[in-house]
């Protein structure tokens, strides 16, 4: 089940909001919480509900062990046992074809990949689970002893298929007491709204004209930056949009999640577009991966390449985001020791082309797993051996050129300040206002929910 559908928006979510909202109990809420989260799981996963049940205990169990045997040998090994599962699963189901494939290449022989599907949201969950019992270890957290307190952080729906990355301690309040005001309620309602209306209006826009574009067989130079700007707003809007929806349904269930986006496409360096996108996983790899291998202190440029390339990796079992890895570590590596004090003397608009520049190539990694069709676009966006434009590359930009404009603008914070700027102008008429628009913003939503045949969640897959 996704978030921009019709059974999500108009019978799965009133029925929870009803059946949650009976008792302040928070037994109760926790439970119902549970059962909802768990069927809005398993409508797309019917059978992996219980990979997702069993990774939530294996880390329960050993946060007790950790706790019971603090700084002792016990829990060494229960943070190694968590380790090794965790890992493993992911290890099975994510990467293991890949590496099988890799071994049949390079030596020649034929050893049978293990068929299984990748469960939605495996990549995302069990990096939960893991933090919460390295943290353990670490002493920076308090053990759970409830093990339905520890399951509702582990499968709360808003977040559990595509982010954000929520430690555990910064929810560990909230799974013994909260409680959902009218404000809070009214924010999460129109925060779901904004989310909503990047997914439907503009990613699914502009992802409609990148496939369009980029999966033809005959790019020409202009067709090929067309539609690589066109993915560049798809990604930003789809996973932006999906936190922001994630972040509003917290917030009408008593919970307050971090943001994970902080306008990217307006970096001045790739060290500030990492600083901005995706920063629950960032913050991930830097405080669990990059720090103790040494951090800045010791090794930095290996580290960064490092911690780059398992990044690549956990998006996903290919080459290009191997690649893609790569080149965002090449990138950041030589910003930190070569240009950091040169590009803050460079005027801010060439720093915003030069980010927004390799932010696009980066992109194009992305986007193309086939690596011969990832090379042919990039000798097409840089002119070698095709043509500059043709008349279905010009009518293609003639046609997504207001959308270009749109999404640019909802790029930036402009239109949050505008917004902020009429409230605080008119306090009065932004009480009916505000209403207004996220219920139409919500209907205009629906209508296009109903008429589109392309509403994919690009996350979903990682």
Not at 352 to 364: E, H, K, L, R, S
Not at 434 to 449: D, K, Q, Y
């Amino acid at each position: 089940m996704v978030f921009s559908s019709l059974m999500f928006i108009c019978i799965f979510l009133p029925s929870v909001l009803v059946l949650y909202n009976l008792s302040k109990n928070i037994t109760y809420r926790n439970t119902v919480l549970i059962i909802s989260s768990l069927f809005f799981y398993a409508w797309g996963e019917p059978i992996w509900v219980l990979l997702l049940i069993f990774s939530a205990f294996v880390d329960y169990i050993n946060g007790l062990i950790i706790d019971r045997h603090y700084a002792r040998m016990p829990a060494k090994l229960a943070l190694a046992a968590s380790l090794v599962i965790n890992l493993g699963l992911l290890a099975v189901f994510k990467y293991s074809g890949f590496f099988i494939g890799g071994i049949n290449s390079l030596l020649h022989v034929n050893i049978p990949a293990p068929a299984v599907t990748l469960p939605i949201g495996i990549s995302f969950y069990t990096f939960q689970t893991l933090s919460y019992t390295i943290d353990m270890y670490r002493g920076n957290t308090r053990v759970q002893k409830s093990f339905p307190a520890f399951l509702t952080y582990v499968s709360m729906f808003p977040q559990l298929v595509a982010g954000p990355i929520v430690r555990y301690d910064a929810v560990s309040s909230y799974l013994t007491e909260r409680t959902v005001t009218a404000e809070d309620f009214a924010y999460g309602i129109k925060r779901f709204t904004i989310g909503l209306s990047k997914k439907v209006m503009l990613a699914n826009s502009s992802g409609a004209a990148a496939s369009m574009i980029l999966d033809t067989t005959r790019l020409t130079v202009m067709s090929s930056w067309l539609g690589i700007i066109m993915y560049t707003f798809q990604i930003y809007f789809d996973f932006s949009g999906y936190s922001d929806m994630a972040i509003g349904l917290g917030r009408m269930l008593g919970f307050k999640f971090g943001e994970n986006f902080n306008y990217p496409y307006i970096s001045k360096s790739i060290t500030d577009f990492w600083r901005r996108w995706h920063i629950s996983l960032s913050g991930f790899f830097r405080d669990y991966i990059y720090i103790p291998l040494g951090g800045n202190r010791y090794r930095p440029v290996f580290n960064l390449i490092f911690v780059w390339l398992l990044t690549g990796l956990w998006h996903g079992a290919s080459m290009n985001f191997i690649i893609w890895g790569l080149f965002y570590g090449l990138l950041l590596s030589i910003e930190k020791t070569l240009f950091h004090k040169r590009l803050q003397r460079i005027p801010s608009p060439l720093c915003y082309i030069y980010t927004m520049f390799f932010v696009a190539i980066g992109w194009g990694i992305f986007y193309f797993t086939d690596l011969g069709d990832l090379l042919v676009f990039l000798k097409s966006a840089f002119g070698i051996n095709t043509a500059l434009y043709d008349l279905t590359a010009v009518s293609s930009f003639m046609s997504n050129l207001w959308l270009i404009i749109i999404c640019a603008s909802a790029s930036t914070p402009v239109p949050a300040i505008v917004g902020r700027y009429i409230c605080k102008r008119s306090p009065k008429a932004a009480l009916v206002l505000e209403p207004a628009f996220t219920v139409l913003a919500l209907g205009v939503c629906v209508v296009l929910i109903v008429g589109q045949t392309y509403n994919p969640f690009l996350y979903f897959r990682f």
